[in-house]
């Protein structure tokens, strides 16, 4: 399978498809990216230069971006194809038969998909076998997680072709070994959803309060190591075995006690007002703020030597 990028195609124009398109044009790769909606190609071009500038790569680049309407004729000449569609299973089955007869039996097929296996629409293929997730995490050029998730006939070359290529785009794949709903990360972030939602149904918290525990809180560690080896760090010289011995019991009784909230209307308003208050219009400042920020965190990992390895494919 291909893994090294000198063309890329990516399907689909929103901002998944647009932020994957800038990633690789900022890498110097040139980029087909198609949508059938002429609208959408429009916003792209746009949207795309916008992150090159976020970026610092240079406007120049622009020039390797190339528009279609049709899926087939982006992925013609690519060694790459990443979908980034709508999550529909009917979508993804007819398109990406469309891009199986498209392309050389040796370019990757990937997904975007947040939530499906590549099973239950690579057996739309002549090749299955090239068919996989690469799910990346919002915003993709910024940031560097990737979920590769291979399928019931996903060959073994095809996912070390996904995870060599995701390096090269320099982001961080990690490989997920069974198929989910949700993969992996969508399913910790549910998990914490569940609690918060919960805890706001019940009025132990507001919802400002709850962003304010998360990200004054255990998000500043997690965003450095993750749970795992913070929670190890948290146990001193006897580190996670301590951590277990004593914290574990009281944490399956937490764990008895988590909630199962139901997404009444009541809820849903109560966490629309309340996240509407906290923000207060200012939505689209604090999104460029959090992008910057999350630039300069980056960068504060790597020069302290935190940033995470390179996930593999065993």
């Given at each position: 399978m291909r893994s090294?990028?000198?063309?890329?195609?990516?399907?689909?124009?929103?901002?998944?498809?647009?932020?994957?398109?800038?990633?690789?044009?900022?890498?110097?790769?040139?980029?087909?990216?198609?949508?059938?909606?002429?609208?959408?190609?429009?916003?792209?071009?746009?949207?795309?230069?916008?992150?090159?500038t976020a970026l610092s790569a240079s406007a120049d680049l622009m020039d390797g971006l190339h528009l279609h309407a049709d899926p087939a004729e982006a992925a013609a000449t690519a060694d790459l194809v990443i979908e980034a569609g709508p999550e529909r299973?009917?979508?993804?089955?007819?398109?990406?038969?469309?891009?199986?007869?498209?392309?050389?039996?040796?370019?990757?097929?990937?997904?975007?998909?947040?939530?499906?296996?590549?099973?239950s629409f690579?057996?739309?293929?002549?090749?299955?076998?090239?068919?996989?997730?690469?799910?990346?995490?919002?915003?993709?050029?910024?940031?560097?997680?990737?979920?590769?998730?291979g399928g019931?006939?996903?060959?073994p070359e095809t996912i070390e072709a996904a995870?060599?290529?995701?390096?090269?785009?320099?982001?961080?794949p990690i490989r997920v070994r069974a198929e989910l709903p949700g993969h992996v990360v969508n399913r910790l972030q549910a998990a914490l959803w569940r609690e918060a939602y919960d805890l706001i149904g019940r009025?132990?918290?507001?919802?400002?309060?709850?962003?304010?525990?998360?990200?004054n809180g255990p998000g500043l560690r997690w965003a450095l190591l993750g749970p795992i080896a913070t929670q190890h760090l948290s146990g001193g010289?006897?580190?996670?075995?301590?951590?277990?011995?004593?914290?574990?019991?009281p944490m399956v009784d937490w764990w008895a006690d988590l909630g199962e909230p139901e997404l009444t209307p009541e809820l849903?308003?109560?966490?629309?007002?309340?996240?509407?208050?906290?923000l207060a219009g200012t939505e689209d400042q604090v999104r460029l703020d959090r992008d910057r920020a999350l630039q300069e965190l980056l960068a504060l990992k790597a020069r302290l030597g935190l940033d995470p390895s390179h996930g593999d494919a065993r």
């Open positions: 090294d990028l000198h063309t890329v195609a990516v399907v689909g124009a929103g901002s998944i498809g647009c932020s994957w398109a800038a990633l690789a044009l900022a890498h110097g790769i040139p980029v087909h990216l198609a949508d059938p909606a002429a609208t959408a190609r429009d916003r792209a071009v746009e949207t795309v230069r916008a992150h090159l299973l009917d979508f993804k089955r007819e398109l990406f038969a469309a891009l199986d007869a498209a392309t050389e039996p040796d370019v990757v097929l990937a997904s975007s998909s947040s939530g499906f296996g590549p099973s690579q057996d739309a293929c002549r090749h299955p076998e090239r068919v996989v997730v690469t799910h990346p995490f919002n915003p993709p050029h910024l940031v560097p997680l990737v979920e590769v998730v019931t006939s996903t060959a995870m060599t290529s995701m390096r090269q785009l320099d982001r961080r009025g132990a918290i507001s919802v400002t309060d709850l962003d304010l525990a998360v990200s010289p006897g580190g996670m075995a301590h951590v277990l011995e004593h914290l574990g019991p849903t308003g109560r966490l629309v007002s309340g996240v509407t208050t906290e």
